[in-house]
C-alpha cells in the first residue's frame, strides 16, 4: 500500500506540476510522465511499477463511476523488445535524397513519391494505391488526401501547402486527370514493392547507406522529427493513423 501511495504521489505531483487535474488527465499526459521518469534516470521497472499503478486507480475511478475513461489503459510500459528495429533518417539523409535532380518524368514521379513518404508519413501501400479522386479540402480548406489505410479504415491525412502544389504540378505535367496517381505501364497503381525500391534506389543514388533506409524508416522519420519540432504526440498520432497514441510513441527513435 505504501508503494501505491508513493508512486500515486509522483503521479499527481507531476500532473501539479504540469497544471492538470487528476480527471483532467490524458492518455498523452501519461506518456509525457513515463518519459519524464526515463528522462530522470528510472530504470524500466520503476516506471512500469509507476503506470500500473496510475492504471490501476484510474480503472478503480471509472469502475466507481468517478471517471468514464481511463487515460492509461490504452499507455505499455517500457518494454525494449516492443521497439521497432527498423531505423530512422536523419534530416540530413532525408535532404540528400529529396534534393536528387529530377531529369524526366520518371524522375518526377519518383520525387513525389519520396516527398508524400518524408513529408505525411504514409504507409508505401497508401502513397502506391493513391487515386486522383482521393484528393479533398478540410473544413479548414486546407489540402488534404483520403487513403484507405491498415485494417481497411478511412483516413484524411492533411498537405502542406508545399506538398499539395508539389502534387498538383507533377499531375499537370504527366496529365494525369482521374485513376492512380502513380500509375505502371498498363495504367494501375504501382505496387508497395515498387515504392520499397525507388526508396532503395533513391538512397543509393544520394549517398545514403540504403540499409537504413526504408519506406517505413521514413514512416518512423516523419514522427521523429515532428516530435523534435514540438508537434503534440495526439496530432502525430492522427497523422499516422496509429488508434493507439502508445504505438505513435513506440515510432519515436530520436
Known amino acids: ?121 504514409l504507409r508505401r501501400r497508401d502513397v502506391a494505391r493513391m487515386q486522383v479522386e482521393d484528393r479533398c479540402v478540410l473544413v479548414t480548406g486546407a489540402p488534404a488526401v483520403r487513403v484507405i489505410t491498415k485494417g481497411e479504415k478511412l483516413g484524411i491525412i492533411g498537405l502542406s501547402p508545399r506538398v499539395a502544389a508539389a502534387l498538383d504540378r507533377y499531375l499537370a505535367a504527366s496529365g494525369i486527370v482521374s485513376g492512380a496517381v502513380f500509375p505502371g505501364p498498363d495504367g494501375r497503381p504501382i505496387s508497395a514493392w515498387q515504392v520499397w525500391r525507388i526508396v532503395k534506389d533513391a538512397a543509393k543514388r544520394a549517398g545514403v547507406d540504403p540499409k537504413g533506409v526504408t519506406p517505413h524508416a521514413l514512416r518512423r522519420s516523419f514522427n521523429t522529427l515532428a516530435k523534435q519540432a514540438g508537434v503534440p504526440i495526439e496530432f502525430r498520432q492522427a497523422a499516422m493513423l496509429h488508434s493507439s497514441a502508445t504505438t505513435t510513441e513506440l515510432y519515436d527513435k530520436a
Open 1 to 121: 500500500r505504501r508503494g501505491y501511495g508513493y508512486e500515486w504521489g509522483r503521479w499527481t505531483g507531476w500532473l501539479a506540476r504540469q497544471g492538470i487535474a487528476v480527471p483532467d488527465a490524458r492518455t498523452a499526459d501519461v506518456l509525457r510522465f513515463l518519459e519524464s521518469l526515463r528522462a530522470a534516470g528510472l530504470a524500466p521497472k520503476t516506471c512500469q511499477r509507476a503506470l500500473a499503478v496510475v492504471r490501476a486507480i484510474y480503472k478503480r475511478m471509472v469502475g466507481t463511476g468517478l471517471l468514464a475513461v481511463n487515460p492509461a489503459r490504452e499507455v505499455s510500459g517500457p518494454d525494449h523488445d516492443r521497439e521497432p528495429k527498423t531505423p530512422w533518417v536523419p534530416v540530413d539523409g532525408i535532404a540528400a535524397i529529396l534534393a536528387l535532380p529530377t531529369e524526366g518524368a520518371h524522375d518526377q514521379r519518383n520525387r513525389i513519391v519520396l516527398l508524400l513518404l518524408v513529408a505525411t508519413g
